[in-house]
């Protein structure tokens, strides 16, 4: 369920956006994620790309498709092959390899990191 209201969130903030009407904290957000993605090498044609992987820049929670996972620095992860103009503008969505958090774990002290 928690993919599903991120991606959902994601693309109803895209339409906000596209109408004018998207708040400029979420705007904020959007391009300060897009500016890391935007130097990452599993940034493909605007989608993170599934089939490779990168290590972890640190310890943070991660929702996949079948629950939530503890992921470790330096560990390998791959892409989660979302795309990214969406993705950047839901609050609650996570960079697979930590470069950037969901609001509340950035809020708790993790921090976005490039
Ligand atoms: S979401 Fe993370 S892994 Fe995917 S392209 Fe952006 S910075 Fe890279």
Redesign the pocket.
């Known amino acids: 369920m928690g993919k599903l209201k991120e991606i959902a969130q994601g693309w109803i903030n895209s339409v906000r956006d596209s109408l004018g009407v998207l708040s400029p904290e979420i705007k904020e957000l959007s391009e300060k994620r897009l500016e890391?993605?935007s130097t990452?090498p599993?940034?493909v044609h605007g989608y993170?790309d599934p089939f490779q992987s990168?290590p972890a820049v640190q310890d943070f929670t991660y929702t996949t498709n079948y629950g939530v996972e503890e992921r470790k620095e330096g560990e390998l992860y791959s892409?989660?092959s979302c795309p990214?103009g969406p993705?950047s503008k839901s609050p609650i969505s996570c960079?697979?390899?930590g470069?950037f958090l969901d609001v509340k774990q950035e809020e708790d002290g993790n921090r976005t990191k490039d």
Request: proline residues 7%; aromatic residues 0%.
């Open positions: 890391i993605c990452c599993l940034n993170c990168l892409g989660c990214l993705k960079c697979p390899v470069k």
